[in-house]
């Protein structure tokens, strides 16, 4: 049992898919009209900006009932009397999130989103203060880490999947600076632990309800995959971590190594991205070697700032310019032609799609572009289409 009805999800998903495809000219307005039929709006709907005054008051009413329940409660009892009131009122805002989201059909309206992050800040809180001696962040972390992936799951929230990877790369760092071998060893397990993310996130299946949980994901894992190896950042936190103070960060051992890395990772990216016709992976390769240029000029570069600037823009305007208009017609699957915002996921629910198919077999199919034999990927994951 889930926080939000799956099969509900799917089918809104899907209505946004085709709401696209239609004005791409790829659905008319009377299958659009069917499928809307098919598929009525389960959740509410409501203005972003209203979503996030809701954001900001709920959590204003929140820590307010709080610290009512604890005055109440607690009686000034110090923290470890605070801890366990802030474990109570977790699990009550639990199940009050729960009531509140079936009784009012929300997702994602503001007032749901504030209750899902308060739930594991007052259970991870009332924990930690439990302990007679706060423990250290790699503790805290390691804390942290199993009620955050229990809340994603539940929850399929995006904002707890960046908590719980500053958790684990947090208290991955923490605890590695403490030994030597950690600090050597610190990029190649940062590396390691990213690429074993985004293979997870790879191999998961790819259901609506954590779509984006696993989108962001592998964008996470991948930059910081590029960044755990770029020269720049081993040097400088190097350098950092050393004790005394230096007018210039020393050298790094394997410094080839690291050059090579710092290149090589945006280049298989590029590689990626082209084979797969994947928007993340070019981004990310284009980003990557920015960075790795940036990097070069930093220990290198001669020439000022100012005219450094002025001549990277002119290239790549020009770059722009000409990639523009080479990719009018398309060109080995890349177009410059613009589809409108690109599909976040696709409902790959059997049932869903079946009567999907039967909603759009009953009209009459358009003499243009026919769809459906592919198979998509969120926001550039790397599926085919």
């Given amino acids: 049992m889930k926080l939000y009805n799956e099969t509900h999800i799917e089918e809104r998903d899907l209505v946004r898919q085709v709401e696209q495809w239609q004005t791409q000219g790829l659905v008319t307005p009377e299958q659009l009209a069917a499928v809307r039929a098919a598929y009525p709006r389960r959740f509410k709907m409501t203005n972003p900006f209203i979503d996030i005054g809701l954001f900001l008051f709920t959590i204003i009413a929140a820590m307010s009932a709080f610290g009512l329940v604890y005055v109440l409660l607690s009686g000034g009892s110090g923290e470890t009397g605070l801890g366990a009131v802030a474990i109570v009122f977790g699990i009550g805002l639990f199940f009050f999130?729960?009531?509140?989201?079936?009784?009012?059909?929300?997702?994602?309206?503001?007032?749901?989103?504030?209750?899902?992050?308060?739930?594991?800040?007052?259970?991870?809180g009332g924990l930690i203060l439990l302990f007679p001696v706060t423990p250290p962040?790699?503790?805290?972390?390691?804390?942290?880490?199993?009620i955050l992936l229990a809340m994603i799951w539940y929850t399929g929230d995006t904002i707890l999947t960046y908590f719980a990877l500053f958790a684990l790369y947090g208290g991955l760092f923490h605890r590695l600076i403490d030994?030597?071998?950690?600090?050597?060893?610190?990029?190649?397990?940062?590396m390691a632990v990213s690429v074993g993310l985004y293979l997870l996130a790879d191999r998961l299946p790819n259901r609506a309800y954590y779509a984006d949980v696993l989108s962001q994901l592998r964008w996470a894992s991948l930059v910081v995959l590029a960044a755990a190896g770029n020269y720049y950042v081993v040097r400088e936190l190097n350098g950092l971590l050393l004790e005394g103070h230096y007018a210039v960060t020393p050298e790094i051992s394997l410094r080839g190594l690291f050059w090579g890395i710092t290149f090589g990772?945006?280049?298989?990216?590029?590689?990626?991205?082209?084979?797969?016709?994947?928007?993340?992976?070019?981004?990310?390769?284009?980003?990557?070697?920015?960075?790795?240029?940036?990097?070069?000029?930093?220990?290198?570069?001669?020439?000022?700032?100012?005219?450094?600037?002025?001549?990277?823009?002119?290239?790549?305007?020009?770059?722009?310019?000409?990639?523009?208009r080479w990719l009018r017609a398309p060109r080995h699957g890349f177009s410059d032609t613009d589809d409108g915002e690109a599909p976040l996921l696709v409902v790959r629910?059997?049932?869903?799609?079946?009567?999907?198919?039967?909603?759009?077999?009953?009209?009459?199919?358009?003499?243009?572009?026919?769809?459906?034999?592919?198979?998509?990927?969120?926001?550039?994951?790397g599926e085919q289409y």
């Fill in 349 to 381: 629910h059997a049932g869903t799609l079946t009567t999907l198919q039967g909603t759009v077999n009953a009209q009459q199919h358009p003499t243009g572009p026919r769809f459906g034999g592919g198979d998509f990927g969120g926001g550039g994951s």
């Fill in 265 to 324: 990772i945006p280049l298989a990216y590029a590689v990626l991205g082209f084979r797969r016709k994947s928007r993340m992976f070019v981004i990310l390769a284009v980003l990557g070697l920015a960075a790795a240029l940036v990097t070069v000029r930093h220990y290198y570069g001669t020439w000022p700032l100012s005219v450094a600037l002025a001549i990277d823009g002119t290239v790549l305007i020009g770059l722009a310019v000409l990639g523009i």
């Fill in 97 to 124: 999130t729960r009531s509140t989201v079936a009784s009012g059909n929300l997702c994602r309206n503001g007032i749901d989103n504030a209750l899902v992050l308060l739930v594991p800040l007052f259970l991870i």
């Fill in 179 to 190: 030994y030597g071998w950690g600090k050597q060893l610190m990029p190649f397990i940062f």
């Fill in 137 to 146: 962040f790699w503790a805290c972390c390691l804390i942290a880490l199993p």
